[in-house]
C-alpha cells in the first residue's frame, strides 16, 4: 500500500499513517491523523507534539510537508505552537464525548451539554506569547511619566496606533486627537448616553431587535425614551428612523445584531442626511467588522461623516472581553466631555494594558491573530450551516456572511420560546430573538453562537435541536 511509519516511536504515538498511492495529499493525511486523535482523545489538551524536523525523519517527508499540515491544524484550533518552537494540543480542543466548548457561564447558564450562547470569543486562542513581547516592550522603554495620571482620553500611543489601525482597515477618519480609550463597548456607551443626556438630548433610537444589556438600559436608567426602528434584511429601515424623532441612533451597519443584516450605501448616506438635517448622532457600534467570511469588507460610516458619527470599537471580540479594552472615535465637539466623563467613572483605564495593546497594534500582532482567527470561526459556522441544512432545512439562516454568530428564522407555527424550553430539558442552551426586539412583534428565530464550540458539539447542538423541534411540532 506505500505506507510509511516511523521508526523514531514518535510518529507512531500519533497514530500517523501514510498512504502515497491514496491521491490526498500527504500534509492532507497528517492533519486528517492528528484531527482524528484529537477528536477522539487520544491526544490530551496541552500534549506536546514531535518537531516538525523529528515526525518528518520519522514518515520520510519534506519538513515542509509537516509544517504545513502544523500550520493548519494550528489555523482551525487544534494546535497552538510555543515560543521555542514547540506544538501542542491547545487547551480548547475537547474529545467528541465532552461536547461543548471551554465553558463560560456567564454568558448563558450552567449545566448545558452544548451552549449556542451567543457574544463569546474563544479566549483559548488568546496571543499569549505576542502578547507577552509587548508588555516587556512596554516595561522596559516607557519613559516613567506616562505611569502618572493622565487625562480621560488615553495614552497617546494608543491613539496614533488605534487611528493608523482604523483608517488602514475599517475606513475611518479618525484623528489621534479624537479618540477617547474606555474600558469596552458597555462603559463606552454609557459614557456617550451621559454626555447625551448633559446636551439636552431626550429621545433614543435603537435598532428593533437589538441587544438590551447595554444601551436599552443605560438609556431608560439616565431617562431617556427609547424608541425602536425596525430591521429588515438590510438593516434598520429608514424610514421608520425619519419618523422617530430621536436625538441620536445607536446602529450596528456592518452586521447587525442579531439579524446580521448590513446596512446598505444608500441606507447609509440616508442615515448621516437625517443626522446632519436634526443635529443627532450617530453612535456606530463595529462590533463584528474583522469577522468577515463570504463578503467583501463593509468601510465603517464613521469615515462618512465624522462630525456626526461616534465609532465604538473593543477588543472584546477579537482577543479577550478580560481585557477590558474598548475606544470611541468622537466628533471634535463632544471630545471633551466624553473625557471628562471618563475621568469621572474611573479616572482613566490602566496605562500598562494601554500601552501594550498600542506596541501589539504597531507590531503587527493584531492583524496576524485576526488572520489565524478567520479560518477557524469560518470553519465551525461551516460546521453548523452543514448541520442545519441536514437536520433542520426548514429553518432559513440569515447574516452568515461575517460575525460569530447566525440566526435562523423559525417557519411560521413554530413557536420560539417553546423551542428554546423543549431544547434547554435535552440540555442544549439556545436564545430566541423575541427577548432583544423593543416592540414585541416580528417572526421567530433562534441564536446560534458558534465561536467556542468544536465541530463536534455544534452538531450534537443542532441534533439536540432538531429533536426539540419534532416535540414541539407533535404537540
Not at 469615515?303 to 481585557?323: E, Q
Not at 500598562?352 to 501589539?360: E, G, M, P, S
Amino acid at each position: 500500500m506505500g505506507r510509511s511509519r516511523t521508526g523514531s516511536g514518535l510518529a507512531e504515538d500519533l497514530l500517523i499513517e501514510l498512504d502515497r498511492d491514496a491521491g490526498v495529499p500527504l500534509h492532507r493525511q497528517i492533519e486528517t491523523s492528528i484531527r482524528a486523535g484529537i477528536r477522539a482523545g487520544r491526544l490530551r489538551a496541552g500534549a506536546s507534539l514531535p518537531p516538525s524536523r523529528t515526525l518528518a525523519a520519522g514518515l520520510g517527508v519534506s519538513r515542509g510537508v509537516v509544517v504545513e499540515a502544523y500550520q493548519q491544524l494550528v489555523a482551525e484550533g487544534y494546535l497552538a505552537s510555543r515560543s521555542g518552537g514547540y506544538t501542542q494540543v491547545a487547551a480548547s480542543m475537547p474529545p467528541v464525548a465532552a461536547g461543548a466548548g471551554p465553558a463560560t457561564p456567564a454568558a448563558h447558564g450552567p449545566g448545558f451539554r452544548v451552549d449556542f450562547g451567543y457574544g463569546r470569543t474563544d479566549v483559548s486562542q488568546f496571543p499569549r506569547a505576542a502578547w507577552l513581547r509587548s508588555v516587556r516592550a512596554v516595561l522596559t522603554a516607557t519613559p516613567n511619566d506616562r505611569f502618572a495620571y493622565l487625562d480621560g482620553r488615553g495614552v497617546p500611543e494608543l491613539h496614533t496606533a488605534l487611528c493608523d489601525y482604523l483608517n488602514r482597515v475599517r475606513g475611518t477618519s479618525a484623528a489621534p486627537g479624537h479618540v477617547v480609550v474606555c474600558g469596552g463597548y458597555g462603559q463606552g456607551i454609557a459614557l456617550l448616553i451621559q454626555v447625551l443626556v448633559q446636551h439636552g438630548a431626550r429621545r433614543i433610537a435603537l435598532e428593533d431587535p437589538s441587544s438590551n444589556d447595554d444601551a436599552l438600559v443605560l438609556a431608560r436608567a439616565a431617562g431617556l425614551e427609547v424608541v425602536g426602528v425596525p430591521v429588515g434584511p438590510d438593516g434598520v429601515e429608514v424610514g421608520a428612523l425619519h419618523r422617530a424623532d430621536a436625538d441620536a441612533v445607536v446602529l450596528t451597519p456592518s452586521h447587525q445584531w442579531p439579524t446580521g443584516g448590513v446596512l446598505s450605501a444608500p441606507a447609509r448616506a440616508e442615515v448621516i442626511r437625517w443626522a446632519k438635517r436634526r443635529g443627532a448622532l450617530v453612535i456606530e457600534d463595529d462590533y463584528d467588522a474583522e469577522y468577515r467570511y463570504d463578503r467583501s469588507p463593509v468601510g465603517a460610516m464613521q469615515g462618512l461623516a465624522p462630525d456626526h458619527v461616534v465609532y465604538c470599537g473593543t477588543a472584546s471580540k477579537t482577543l479577550a472581553p478580560g481585557l477590558r479594552l474598548g475606544w470611541l472615535v468622537v466628533p471634535a465637539r463632544l471630545v471633551g466631555d466624553v473625557a471628562a466623563a471618563k475621568v469621572l467613572a474611573d479616572r482613566g483605564s490602566p496605562v500598562i494594558d494601554q500601552l501594550t495593546f498600542a506596541d501589539f497594534l504597531a507590531r503587527g500582532e493584531f492583524d496576524r491573530h485576526l488572520r489565524r482567527m478567520r479560518p477557524v470561526y469560518r470553519r465551525r459556522r461551516d460546521a453548523l450551516l452543514d448541520a442545519l441544512r441536514t437536520q433542520l432545512p426548514e429553518l432559513r439562516p440569515a447574516g452568515i456572511a461575517a460575525g460569530q454568530h447566525v440566526v435562523a428564522w423559525l417557519p411560521p407555527g413554530l413557536d420560539e420560546a417553546e423551542v428554546v424550553a423543549a431544547a434547554a430539558r435535552r440540555g442544549l442552551g439556545i436564545h430566541g430573538v423575541g427577548p432583544y426586539r423593543i416592540t414585541g412583534a416580528g417572526p421567530g428565530g433562534l441564536i446560534f453562537g458558534y465561536a467556542i464550540l468544536s465541530e463536534a458539539a455544534i452538531a450534537e447542538g443542532v441534533a439536540l435541536l432538531a429533536s426539540a423541534v419534532r416535540e414541539v411540532r407533535g404537540r
